[in-house]
């Protein structure tokens, strides 16, 4: 048992055109804001202190803290540094959690860097998707390719060692031998873990109007050669492929992506974060300037008002197990067949015999003793492998 924790950074200097995440470019409300999320990080310490996320048996190695967005490195420092100390400070963090902020190549500097290794933070996801200046011209970046290279060196010289960089495949003008290129050079940026999202469009935004059949620029067949080309080579490199996405050196893994796909809980902190506690999913409100004023107008409490956030879910055991598989299809290692009697005590197979025998005479998994997972071919076919255990 760990204690994870995400906190959601809304604010951006400006929304990339292929971006569907809540954020905004409001730098008036950011000390509002920030004040509201300590006020927050403090109920939710109170709420949870007789939770198993507070008992003997947290352990650091297990425990996590990340700072998405948005984009946590757009605001002044001194907001990031006093939540993540009111953070550490009520939930009791460990000094050897993985404590994640994810940066921009466009708004870090050393002074940041410094600040927020000095404030506990440890791991840096910076969000490069590209070292190819043309391609980032196309997602509309605010950063070239030598402002990549400078946002890594800066975190190192800041004593960053566990740096992940984010990787845009499938980008109309992109080729494979261009992927290729940007993982060796990740490589030599000393990167330890590299996540390679597909590109997809989504409705209202601006590449919706320009690529909304991206299948016309970048066929199908292409993207997915490109998806399989750069993990067979992320793999030869020595990045493991761990998750659909994600690929890392050894030790290098994301504890607290790898715990959401063990269907672990963790609160959730900040306007459109969303989290799991006591079997319930919950979201808060895509809305800045609603979260600052559901907190601004509380009086003293120990509990979390009433308007803050809103139930998405609550899981039950069938829940948990239908979701359990849907989850572990996601990691290389699969649905792990021990943990989930351990888990529910009921035998993977005596509850979905149908979902596993079917997808295996498909050849979409792999039938390997303990562990159910998907094939090469199943990483093309994933979502419709996982419904079936819906």
């Known amino acids: 048992m760990g204690k994870h924790i995400y906190v959601h950074n809304p604010f951006c200097a400006g929304k990339c055109p292929y971006c569907d995440f809540y954020s905004v470019a409001e730098p008036s409300l950011i000390e509002d804001y920030y ?10 310490a109170k709420q949870l202190e007789n939770s198993e996320m507070f008992s003997d048996d947290c352990e650091g190695a297990g425990c996590s803290v990340y700072f998405g967005g948005g984009t946590p490195s757009y605001p002044d420092a001194t907001y990031i540094v006093n939540l993540m100390k009111t953070i550490v400070r009520e939930f009791k963090i460990p000094e050897d959690s993985e404590n994640t902020i994810e940066i921009n190549p466009s708004s870090i500097t050393g002074e940041k860097a410094g600040l927020y290794r000095d404030a506990g933070f440890n791991r840096a996801s910076v969000g490069i ?29 800041a004593g960053f060692r566990n740096i992940s960089a984010d990787l845009i495949i499938g980008v109309p003008g992109q080729t494979t031998d261009g992927i290729i290129r940007d993982i060796e050079l990740f490589e030599h940026m000393g990167i330890k873990h590299i996540s390679t999202y597909s590109l997809t469009i989504e409705e209202g935004t601006p590449f919706y109007k320009k690529y909304r059949h991206l299948e016309d620029v970048m066929p199908p067949e292409t993207e997915r050669e490109m998806y399989h080309k750069s993990r067979d080579f992320l793999a030869a490199t020595g990045f493991v492929p761990y998750e659909i996405s994600n690929s890392a050196l050894p030790g290098y893994q994301s504890r607290h992506n790898s715990s959401c796909w063990r269907g672990e809980e963790y609160a959730a902190i900040g306007a459109g974060a969303h989290g799991y506690l006591d079997s319930v999913r ?24 009433e308007g803050l956030i809103y ?11 239908r979701e359990y598989p849907f989850l572990r299809l996601r990691t ?44 090469s071919s199943g990483l093309d076919f994933a979502s419709l492998v996982m419904e079936d255990f819906l």
């Open 35 to 44: 004040d509201c999320a300590a006020r927050e990080v403090k109920l939710w």
């Open 129 to 157: 998707q590209s070292l190819d200046d043309g391609i980032l011209k196309t997602l509309g970046r605010r950063h070239d390719s030598a402002a990549a290279a400078a946002a890594v060196a800066i975190l190192q010289d």
């Open 282 to 305: 919950f979201g808060h409100k895509d809305d800045v300037k609603d979260y600052i004023n559901v907190l601004q107008d509380i009086a003293a409490s120990d509990r979390i008002p």
């Open 311 to 321: 139930r998405e879910e609550v899981m039950s055991i069938g829940d948990k197990m």
């Open 332 to 375: 290389t290692e699969g649905i792990d067949r021990v943990e989930f009697e351990r888990r529910f005590g009921m035998a993977l197979d005596e509850v979905f015999p149908k979902a596993i025998k079917d997808n295996v005479s498909r050849g979409l998994l792999e039938d390997c003793g303990r562990y159910v997972r998907l094939s």
